[in-house]
């Protein structure tokens, strides 16, 4: 057992430019682990608190004053003592004194001292149970972005393409290649328009929802016939985002809860859609499950809002038949802990687990240790941009170490 000598917490800023926190541990044997957190736009209402109402001046204060001293003397060796003690000193249920990303950071950099004192990368720390060794996510890569990570974008908040391969190195490569050659049909399309990129770094365009929707699915299967890869279109939709007044409000047309079943359950179909995420406003179980019913056994439909990687509220999923995947974000619930229980159900449940970075990232790379950890079925964490490209060379290297 080894005890934290010292802790630190810092301002860092994420890749949108706002302020987060980063959490750096020491234990007494000389382990030194840091870990930055995430911040959401497009935040889901059950979600944990970033930041308490001060924003993170209140949070470093809040660290001084009331977790420092707590931390140091903890064994970096149990997670759940620290994990505990982190709920404790905050004592709300949704971390809003202390913040969820001040718990994310401490709750990461102990796993990673853990992992550091025993010589072993993070993954393997973390495994869960029934898992011998590493099994590699599909890459859930973000090609054009929508709704509140753009401007002048489409509703649909994420277009994917979805790559799958038992190796990282090319599943990461399709992906590229989707990305790449997407920005060429743009560019070609609208010559005159000035294109941009959003805050995934998947591409901006003026298209209509569905016209978006055709053209990923075209570019991905040219992708995979020249490839000769595993890579299909995917969306998050994030559906609360234009949720108003009952209704489903797109710049073509407006539907009602039924109607938006059976326009997502025409998209999977139509486009040969491997994947769709938040297809419904965050409160709707009983439209998740209609839209599983249909198209469950031919696409992962994943929770994301709806279940805001809480245990209760994915046992909730479970019993209602809601979806067949949830995604995974460590400061949606604020500790390691939590998530871990939120990863377990699920796997022992028969779920799919997808774990996801945020809208607006740190260059820090253990998401890809989480997602082989976990068995995800996917790694959602954005193809371009040095945040999201740390996470996929960071997958590049426990995957083979020595880059062999
Ligand atoms: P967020 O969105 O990180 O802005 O909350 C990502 C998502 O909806 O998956
Ligand atoms: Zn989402």
């Not at 802990?337 to 607006?360: E, F, I, M, N, P």
Request: charged share 25%.
């Amino acid at each position: 057992m080894s005890q934290i000598s010292r802790a630190e917490l810092r301002l860092i800023y994420d890749s949108r430019g706002r302020a987060t926190v980063e959490a750096r541990l020491t234990t007494e044997r000389g382990a030194v682990a840091s870990a930055g957190a995430p911040s959401g736009e497009s935040t889901g209402a059950t979600e944990v608190l970033a930041f308490p109402a001060g924003g993170v001046p209140d949070a470093l204060q809040r660290f001084e004053s009331e977790l420092r001293g707590r931390l140091v003397g903890l064994s970096v060796d149990d997670q759940v003592a620290v994990d505990r003690m982190l709920h404790e000193v905050d004592g709300t249920p949704n971390f809003s004194r202390i913040g969820g990303n001040t718990a994310t950071a401490v709750s990461v950099a102990c796993a990673l001292a853990r992992a550091d004192e025993r010589q072993q990368p993070l993954w393997q720390t973390l495994l869960r149970p029934g898992l011998s060794g590493p099994t590699y996510p599909a890459i859930v890569g973000n090609c054009l972005n929508g709704g509140r990570h753009a401007i002048g974008g489409p509703e649909i908040q994420e277009y994917h393409a979805i790559s799958e391969s038992p190796r990282p190195d090319e599943a990461i490569r399709a992906g590229l290649e989707v990305h790449q050659q997407l920005g060429l049909r743009l560019r070609a399309k609208f010559p005159q328009a000035a294109l941009g990129r959003g805050d995934e770094g998947g591409w901006v365009a003026p298209l209509g929802n569905v016209e978006a929707v055709a053209l990923l699915a075209d570019v991905c299967a040219e992708v995979r016939d020249r490839l000769h890869t595993s890579v299909h279109p995917g969306l998050d939709l994030a559906a609360s985002e234009f949720y108003r007044e009952g209704k489903y409000v797109y710049r073509e047309r407006t539907l009602d809860p039924d109607g938006q079943v059976a326009f997502v359950a025409d998209l999977v179909d139509r486009y040969g859609l491997r994947y769709v995420e938040d297809p419904l406003q965050e409160t709707d179980y009983d439209g998740f499950a209609a839209l599983t019913r249909a198209v469950g056994a031919r696409t992962l439909v994943v929770g994301d809002d709806i279940y805001t990687t809480a245990e209760a509220r994915v046992a909730e999923g479970i019993r209602r038949g809601a979806s067949n995947a949830v995604l995974i974000k460590v400061n949606q619930v604020g500790t390691l802990t939590d998530t871990l229980a939120t990863v377990d159900l699920a796997r022992r449940s028969g779920w799919k687990t997808v774990t996801s970075h945020r809208s607006g990232e740190t260059p820090d790379g253990w998401l890809a240790h989480l997602a082989v950890a976990f068995g995800s079925a996917g790694l959602k964490c954005g193809l371009v941009g040095g945040e999201r490209v740390a996470k996929l060379n960071e997958l590049l290297r426990l995957a083979a170490p020595t880059g062999t």
